[in-house]
């Protein structure tokens, strides 16, 4: 082979490593600007959740102003979506007054009979979701341990089925990744997660897929925040009904409707519900209030094309206004 030959073939290997470097090089490019674009809508997507946020905190404000009065109501019961920029916000707000508060089971080194019971109802309830039981009473017993001072073990002697023995000390530190109990109340809900049996799947329930349908947790029935007494102008359907075992659905769901009428004004208003006896009111009594609430839960997401982001938050309501007290975003 000639000099002209090894030429043409030396040529042809440059052209052919140069050609790599160039399609390599683009690939790159098209990666980074890729990458690139993906930073700045989840950046959009931050942001957008932030301002869902605001919004959340403007309507809480204005509450008991007649032109928002019905926003609100609807943010109760649905999240709104709202187009902004390029994207959009979901949101919505849940009172945390309407919910069972799980640093009240126990008062002064003493359970409260009627909230355990209230917990080991709506176990019962969420339960139906599931083929399987995958809340257990247990839960409810190592929650009542994880919050009070002591390091007893609880058993719920007057639960006759199931797990009634909640966990201590002895428990945490035996686990691969040993940890202490706190023997004292929860600060935010996702604290949940430490105690034994309480999973993501157990406090948040799980989303909708192909072969299965969504599920509710405890997360959107119980609160760590408040003073314990339950809402029934915000309660949920399932927290209606684990109020009182004579509860049922229909009387629940009955309580509901009533109150989208026009909000109870005092408990014993409750009684005007069909269903609703002299003996049922006794016994809920003094676990119900329909006073003002201060602790509301908003929870927002911003979404900019592939790129989602969000923000969870619980404020405060007092005299001098909203106060932040809990703020999660991923």
């Known amino acids: 082979m000639g000099q002209e030959g090894i030429a043409l073939i030396l040529t042809l290997v440059v052209i052919a490593l140069l050609s790599v470097l160039v399609l390599e090089f683009n690939y790159l490019m098209r990666v980074e600007a890729s990458m690139a674009k993906n930073y700045a809508d989840g950046l959009k997507a931050h942001y957008l959740a932030r301002s869902g946020i605001n919004l959340a905190l403007f309507l809480i404000e204005k509450k008991d102003d007649p032109k928002y009065e019905e926003k609100i109501k609807d943010l109760a019961i649905s999240a709104i979506t709202v187009p902004l920029g390029e994207g959009e916000v979901v949101f919505q707000v849940s009172d945390e007054g309407g919910k069972i508060n799980v640093n009240h089971l126990k008062k002064d080194g003493k359970l409260d009979r009627k909230r355990v ?3 080991l109802e709506l176990c019962d309830i969420l339960n139906e979701q599931y083929e399987r039981p995958l809340f257990s009473y247990g839960i409810v017993a190592a929650i009542i341990d994880w919050v009070d001072a002591d390091d007893e073990v609880e058993v719920l002697d007057f639960v006759l089925t ?3 023995k909640g966990a201590e000390r002895e428990y945490y530190e035996n686990l691969e990744h040993p940890y202490q109990v706190k ?7 996702r604290e949940l997660l430490l105690v034994r049996g309480i999973n993501e799947e157990v406090l948040y329930g799980r989303e909708a897929e192909e072969d299965r349908e969504a599920t509710e947790g405890l997360s959107k029935h119980v609160t760590v925040y408040g003073d314990g007494k339950i809402n ?4 949920s359907l399932a927290v209606l009904q684990s109020l009182d075992i004579e509860i049922d659905e229909t009387l629940a769901q009955g309580i509901i409707d009533r109150r989208e009428e ?3 004004e005092e408990t014993e208003d409750i009684k005007s519900v069909d269903g609703m006896t002299e003996e049922i009111f006794k016994r809920v009594e003094g676990l119900i209030t329909t006073g003002e609430s201060q602790f509301f839960s908003v929870e927002a997401e911003g ?7 969000l923000i969870k938050a619980v404020v405060q309501k007092k005299a001098e206004g909203l106060e932040i007290v809990y703020w999660r975003a991923r």
């Open 117 to 119: 019971e209230a917990m």
């Open 162 to 164: 199931g797990e009634n």
């Open 183 to 189: 023997n004292a109340p929860f600060d935010t809900l």
């Open 232 to 235: 029934i102008n915000t309660a």
């Open 262 to 264: 026009g909000e109870f």
């Open 303 to 309: 979404r900019v094309r592939e790129a989602s982001k």
